[in-house]
């Protein structure tokens, strides 16, 4: 902390450039004969009384350089435009990550009696009481790590926290910037010749509405003498209730809601022939209708050099889900698709299990032959087998219908997808045919925090989260706060009072929302007639 006579609120005047000129001077003497008479000390105890002494020591220079900027500020050019008045000098106290720091600035009223302070303005400081340092270093701990922990990380390097609700509020005012700051990104340099694009979905659990109601409701006072009793009347008549009626069943279902999460990513070739990266790889995910990501993923590949009409090679591998098969090939008409193999030899797995012991020689002898089909490029021989296998079964005996109705759905899934399994002529170009880059993104940007014990969502307030999450984990958020910074710098010199904190969300993006070419095209083209493109992106807009 700074100087305690300089915390004083009711402070009537400033003091000089000179005096906390001689108080850091007189602090680093004092430093100086501390370090120098500690002998009685062991390292530990020196290191964190030095510690705290830095900190007093920053929050001094941090002092002189605000008092000297208020000092040497030029109100005159403000007060010749004859549009403001000279106001009052107001102290003010800001929290840096050393500390709180004491500042005084003048304000100036316009003529309609509405002020504000233009060195607040000039210095890029908001309304919300933390200095940018603060406020990148919280919000980005959040993107990591829950709220409570985020305070905890945070107090035990820098001895103070902002409060859980405060880390919560400017995630979702920092996340209101977070969308248009992917727009204007530049495209990466140095990029590979061929494009990558894999898309996954993972679902976290949301709040329902009674969740909601008891969380937002009053709560009643705890009169327990602790905690450890707290609410143990209630416990005791809710245990003699059961004795005399059958246990409710627990709803356990964490009522998901989808997150659509785009990968994209180059490869570049070498002179032997073979594929190399992936380079400039970025995730981006959002609740929002699946049809929002994939026109942002059509202009991110405009902007990366892969233009609808282009020549070079786009290949794109999903999990077989049809709709987004039918969205992306319209986007992308030029591109390869695949099918992740994966996913088709899981469901040959599971197949198998059906007619041979789980582990048993027998059952990895018959994968073997369909894994070689499905490698070798003999899809078509594969379907006919299973066609086979399931006119061996009988139509009529409850014994084979599990495995009849297995085989049918397996045949049903690859005759639908016959273009996305070409998987030898892939093998020999070095190509991607398995999605493991997405899948493992659903795991580390949305597993990790968001799907943990315990929670529960707001949808419209984890986009805010999860958006700021993928500009983390992609890197990019040093460039990303320099960049909203400077969009808060010019809103503040305009003469705006900004408050980065927010208690409302913003809504979720829908295809309304855009207004471009890409999105036009999914309104206007062949895709119009897929039903199942249109009736899954219809029940997550009603569900928003």
């Not at 609740?287 to 233009?307: E, H, I, N, T």
């Not at 021989?381 to 009988?394: A, N, P, R, V, W």
């Not at 398995?434 to 925090?449: H, M, P, Q, T």
Request: charged share 30%; with cysteine.
């Amino acid at each position: 902390m700074s100087n305690e006579k300089y915390n004083l609120s009711k402070e009537k005047s400033p003091p000089s450039v000179e005096q906390v000129s001689k108080d850091i001077h007189s602090k680093c003497e004092e430093m100086i004969h501390f370090c120098t008479n500690a002998n009685q000390s062991n390292f530990y105890q020196v290191e964190q009384s030095l510690l705290t002494q830095l900190y007093q020591l920053a929050c001094l220079f941090m002092q002189l350089f605000l008092i000297s900027c208020q000092t040497n500020f030029q109100y005159s050019d403000w007060l010749k435009k004859d549009l403001y008045n000279r106001g009052n000098l107001i102290g003010r106290t800001i929290k840096t990550r050393f500390g709180k720091v004491r500042y005084w600035r003048t304000y100036l009223i316009n003529k309609n009696g509405r002020g504000f302070y233009p060195l607040d303005s000039f210095l890029g400081l908001t309304s919300d009481g933390f200095s940018p340092l603060v406020i990148s270093l919280a919000t980005k701990l959040s993107t990591r790590m829950s709220f409570s922990a985020s305070v905890l990380i945070f107090k035990s390097f820098l001895g103070w926290s902002p409060s859980s609700e405060a880390i919560q509020g400017l995630v979702l005012g920092m996340g209101k910037y977070a969308a248009n700051y992917m727009e204007q990104r530049e495209a990466p340099q140095d990029d590979g010749e061929i494009l990558i694009i894999e898309v996954d979905g993972k679902a976290t659990p949301t709040a329902t509405e009674n969740e909601l109601k008891k969380r937002r409701g009053k709560r009643k006072n705890q009169t327990s003498c602790c905690t450890r009793h707290r609410n143990q009347n209630q416990r005791r008549s809710c245990h003699k209730k059961a004795k005399n009626q059958c246990k409710k069943k627990v709803d356990k279902r964490k009522n998901g809601r989808s997150i659509t999460l785009v990968v994209m990513y180059t490869l570049k070739r070498d002179e032997e022939g073979k594929l190399h990266g992936p380079i400039n790889k970025h995730v981006w995910g959002s609740y929002a209708p699946r049809k929002v990501m994939l026109a942002w993923a059509r202009r991110q590949a405009s902007k990366r050099g892969f233009p609808p009409d282009t020549q070079k090679r786009v290949h794109i591998v999903i999990d077989g889900e049809i709709c987004l098969y039918d969205g992306l090939s319209v986007l992308f008409p030029q591109a390869t698709f695949a099918l992740d193999i994966r996913h088709l030899e899981e469901k040959c797995w599971n197949l198998g299990r059906s007619f041979h012991k789980s582990g048993s020689k027998e059952l990895l002898a018959w994968m073997e032959d369909k894994i070689e089909c499905l490698y070798t490029g003999k899809v078509t021989q594969l379907i006919t087998e299973f066609k086979k296998l399931k006119l061996s079964l009988s139509s009529r005996a409850k014994r084979d219908k599990e495995k009849r109705d297995k085989v049918s759905k397996l045949i049903n899934y690859m005759e639908k997808r016959p273009t996305m399994m070409n998987y030898k002529q892939l093998l020999e170009e070095d190509m991607v045919i398995a999605s493991g880059i997405v899948e493992g993104a659903a795991r580390y940007v949305v597993g990790e925090r968001m799907d943990c014990g315990g929670m529960r969502w707001i949808p419209e307030r984890a986009e805010a989260l999860l958006k700021l999450r993928c500009i983390e984990l992609n890197g990019d958020w040093e460039h990303f706060f320099n960049w909203e910074y400077q969009q808060w710098i010019k809103k503040m010199r305009d003469g705006e009072k900004l408050i980065i904190r927010s208690e409302i969300p913003d809504s979720l993006d829908t295809v309304d929302s855009f207004h471009d070419d890409f999105v036009s095209s999914i309104e206007t083209n062949e895709i119009q007639d897929n039903d199942d493109f249109f009736s899954l992106t219809d029940e997550i807009q009603k569900a928003a």
